[in-house]
């Protein structure tokens, strides 16, 4: 059963983010709305935010599977607000990232969202990294990365007493945040603003309306007909999918491509035993390995007090697989058949069989967070939460580094917008990346 929400629901949402939907009553909705709104993870509640904010006078709907918004990428995650290092200079990527940071730090405090500015160190612990960190600071520089400098280990040691290496890149600018709390009170404002969100409508088919009842225009005012599993049926002028980690499948029942595909990676993390946060101030990262595709193992202070250790990257069985044994057959073949996911398996099938090593022996990961805190040992730490990661790849096994839309012709390609694959920090650039995503909006359905 769909399910529709009023501005209290969310307000109650923020204070008091366990007890979600609990005794919400449903209500009746309109069926028709000028533009609809698939997925409400932070880009899809943020870019929701954007439009209804820039366009009052229309109508939105926001359309979420789940019983509550964002709980997948957007509730599972490291918590971290980027600064924009990695990135390459003039990229969409660095741009938005950058951009992004400062958006979310002042919509923080305009909110009265807590969040800390607690800092990263990128930390080489081996000779052969520092050439690769001081391209990492030229390339923070171009980017106009804030306030970023090159540590020693002396500096190392006066910001992370317990941490050891050779130099560091030192980023105040980085900070932590609860990611969740933020992407709901995206949703506060979206449903202040007089926007419609539904729940429990899993889209399984958006088509063009075929023919209107007699005497009626909606058909023709509201050409697009998105249907849900148990047949409800919203009608809309036009729709934008932010679909995570079912984007690709979202295009394709709308008839777009099926590439770039998404093929879901598990990341396990560790967390420290209470008695142990002292060892960990702020982020701690390694130099990333041009080799592999994922950035590495890292130490995450959080909001609640925690420290994370991890994560590992390890594929899915199951899009939304949190678990180890979690498995969906469909997921599973889909992922397998698929020739860009054979490539890359055979490109890093040792990083890959690695991975899943130190997954199950915490022995062979605690090996590696020694090289940065040679204090910590195994007793200090418990298995902790998992995330999934929704990668794009390509069919030549490419990690898809960058935004996709799609859309199409015709009645209904021209009318549908998807956000392909929105990359990580997307959640750092989330209030960035919807302003790109309305623009494109604007651009293309001539709002």
Known sequence: MMRTRGGAFLKAACAAQPKL????????IHSTYD??????GIVGLASARELILRHPALTFVLLEKEKELAVHQSGHNSGVIHSGIYYTPGSLKARLCVRGATLAYEYCEKKGIPYKRCGKLIVAVEQEEIPRLKALYERGLKNNVRDLSVVDAKGIREREPYCRGIM?????????VDWRMVALRYGKDFEEAGGAVVTEFEVRDISVVQESPAGSQEGMKYPISIRDKNNNEVQCRYVLTCGGLYSD?????????????IVPFRGDYLVL????HYLVKGNIYPVPDP???????????????????????????????????????????????FRGLQKLIIKNA??????????????????????Y?????LTDVLRGPTGVRAQALDRDGNLVDDFVFDGGVGDLGSRILHVRNAPSPAATSSLAIAEMIADEVESRFKL
Request: proline content about 8%; some cysteine.
């Open 168 to 176: 560091a890149l030192d980023s105040p600018y980085t900070g932590i």
């Open 373 to 377: 805190i040679p204090e910590l040992s």
């Open 35 to 40: 533009v609809a709104v698939v997925g409400a």
């Open 291 to 337: 080799r592999f595709p994922f950035l590495g193992v890292h130490f995450t202070p959080r909001m609640d007090g925690s420290v994370w250790l991890g994560p590992n990257a390890v594929l899915a069985f199951k899009r939304e697989g949190y678990n180890l044994f979690d498995f969906n057959a469909q997921d599973f073949a889909d992922a397998l058949s």
């Open 249 to 261: 499948r979202l295009s394709q029942i709308s008839g777009c491509s099926p590439e770039p595909r």
């Open 21 to 28: 939907l609990k005794g919400i009553p449903s209500r009746q």
């Open 350 to 371: 040792t990083y890959g069989i690695g991975e899943m090593y130190r997954g199950v022996f915490l022995g062979a990961q605690i090996k590696i967070l020694q090289k």
């Open 273 to 276: 035993k209470p008695e142990k």
